[in-house]
């Protein structure tokens, strides 16, 4: 498994500040990566004012990332000195680690994102050989739950991917992994057996505690050494859902409701919002988009009252 610095340091933003209280408002990292805008946004948000993350390419910061990866380097020799395990080691050590009958090459996790129970949405990522497989992620929008029940929303997104791989006459993965805690895991299992999909490996991950509970299993959660590769491949995936659910939920979100307001603006309707929506893809690049490109997209009239709306309207 080869080291990805962009998807490192991605993952790594991630485990450190998305389940914490303190979100700094400047973050310094030595490699971009390709979703740390989507990041900013969520942990702007998070945070309740704007939170920036940087890659200084000279200076006195530059210099200061050096100094910070040398010591890191110094410091991860003392602790470990060894190798990072291959892709087929972590699979095999999952397995030991998990009691699973075979070492899973292909984990599939999923997350519940929503507000007191509105706008509900899922997502589902995949580890695959050694790293995540961004062009198999899948987005769910909950269509049969009512009200803040997350059981039931594990329970209908599992429903709904499996039956479809059934139908498609596609393989399970090696593990399914739920973001959540017994009452997710259960869920999860009861939408496979309702399935006819028994013999499943299963597990779920519960948030702070970092406990594993593989069904079947459940009288002996795992908890593992907080430096052992097999949690950090568990909280990479898990962290992964969790941040392409929310990234998805505040999108709709962020969305519904400029377009409720945008709705009401004089010579501003639905094709002209939606035409705004598939050119730049969320409501933060419409608000941020120049004048010329509003109005390439929309017309000079209408991007005229856009911006006077912005203007007016607060970045909530």
């Given at each position: ?189 009861d939408a496979l057996e309702a399935l006819g999909i028994l013999n499943q490996p299963l597990a779920s991950v519960a948030k702070r505690e970092e406990i594993i ?45 400029l377009t409720t307001e945008l709705l009401q603006i004089d010579g501003v309707g639905e094709k002209t919002v939606s035409k705004l929506l598939r050119e730049f893809g969320s409501t933060e690049r419409i608000r941020a988009a ?27």
């Open positions: 498994m080869e080291f990805d610095p962009p998807e490192f340091f991605s993952s790594l933003l991630k485990q450190v500040y998305l389940d914490q209280p303190y979100v700094p408002g400047l973050i310094h990292v030595p490699v971009d990566f390709e979703d740390r805008q989507e990041l900013e946004e969520v942990l702007s948000e998070k945070r309740g004012r704007k939170t920036e993350i940087h890659t200084p390419q000279r200076g006195q910061k530059k210099a200061m990332l050096a100094l910070v990866e040398t010591n890191a380097r110094h410091s991860f020799d003392q602790r470990f000195r060894v190798l990072r395990p291959s892709s087929k080691a972590i699979q095999e050590a999952l397995r030991e680690a998990l009691n699973l009958p075979d070492a899973p090459r292909r984990i599939e996790c999923f997350d519940i994102s929503h507000i007191q129970g509105t706008d509900k949405v899922a997502s589902m990522v995949v580890w695959e050989s050694g790293r995540m497989k961004k062009a198999d992620y899948r987005k769910f929008i909950i269509k049969t739950v009512e009200g803040n029940d997350d059981f039931a929303s594990i329970h209908e997104v599992v429903t709904r991917r499996y039956a479809r791989l059934r139908e498609e006459n596609r393989p399970m993965p090696g593990l399914v992994l739920i973001d959540g805690g017994l009452g997710q895991l259960h869920a999860a299992a509970y593989v069904y079947g299993q459940e009288g002996d959660p795992v908890q593992l050494d907080r430096f052992s590769p097999v949690l950090h491949l568990v909280q990479t995936v898990r962290d992964e859902a969790h941040r392409f659910a929310v990234t998805f939920h505040r999108t709709r979100r962020g969305a519904a409701r120049a004048d010329e490109d509003l109005a390439r997209v929309a017309g000079k009239a209408a991007a005229k009252r856009l911006r006077e709306f912005f203007e007016k309207t607060p970045v909530l």
